[in-house]
T-cell receptor, first 113, second 110 residues
């Protein structure tokens, strides 16, 4: 029972490079989320997907794009990485409107040089 | 706008020294308050959901309580393995996007 799986776990990029962070959940959850976590800032929502086929911006969407590939998978893309995007990225899933808690992956630690 | 404030930001305890963490919230129509534990290098791990004032939940040395304005996470006789950051989040109104606090970093010394 894997829960929420994120790949890669670590990544170092150069400014201007692009990459995609992958997330998959096996709990049949409807909603999926991408957060970034920075020291002193807490968890900040980047994008979310209420259900398969829909995506919406969160608090800090600039510089990111997302794709809800199917019910299980939700990817986050950095088109042109910037040092300000150095952070730990967490994917989460939940049942959505049924006020159930979110379940998180173990994160991707991303450094932009 | 929903708001969550956690205090203290950091707490150091001796093993066996009981204490409480606070989560104060402002939300329109609370639908759920969640407590998470986050270990270094890991994602937040779900602990409890509380739905209405007066509700309490327990798990080992942890007990979460809820009033109309705040929640407490009571830690009884903590052990070093209880060291972690504890996050609180609220879900209100018609939203399915929880609002998170910044967490309390707990260190329990042996």
């Amino acid at each position: 029972n894997a829960g929420v799986t994120q790949t890669p776990k670590f990544q170092v990029l150069k400014t201007g490079q692009s990459m995609t962070l992958q997330c998959a959940q096996d709990m049949n959850h409807n909603s999926m989320y991408w957060y970034r976590q920075d020291p002193g800032m807490g968890l900040r929502l980047i994008y979310y997907s209420a259900s398969e086929g829909t995506t919406d911006k969160g608090e800090v969407p600039n510089g990111y794009n997302v794709s809800r590939l199917n019910k299980r998978e939700f990817s986050l893309r950095l088109e042109s990485a910037a040092p300000s995007q150095t952070s730990v990225y967490f994917c989460a899933s939940s049942q959505g409107r049924n006020n159930q808690p979110q379940h998180f992956g173990d994160g991707t630690r991303l450094s932009i040089l | 706008e929903d708001q969550v404030t956690q205090s203290p930001e950091a707490l150091r305890l001796q093993e066996g020294e009981s204490s409480s963490l606070n989560c104060s919230y402002t939300v329109s129509g609370l639908r759920g308050l969640f407590w998470y534990r986050q270990d270094p290098g890991k994602g937040p791990e779900f602990l409890f959901t509380l739905y209405s004032a007066g509700e309490e939940k327990e798990k080992e040395r942890l007990k979460a309580t809820l009033t109309k304005k705040e929640s407490f996470l009571h830690i009884t006789a903590p052990k070093p393995e209880d060291s972690a950051t504890y996050l609180c989040a609220v879900l209100g109104g018609g939203s399915y996007i929880p609002t998170f606090g910044r967490g309390t970093s707990l260190i329990v010394h042996p």
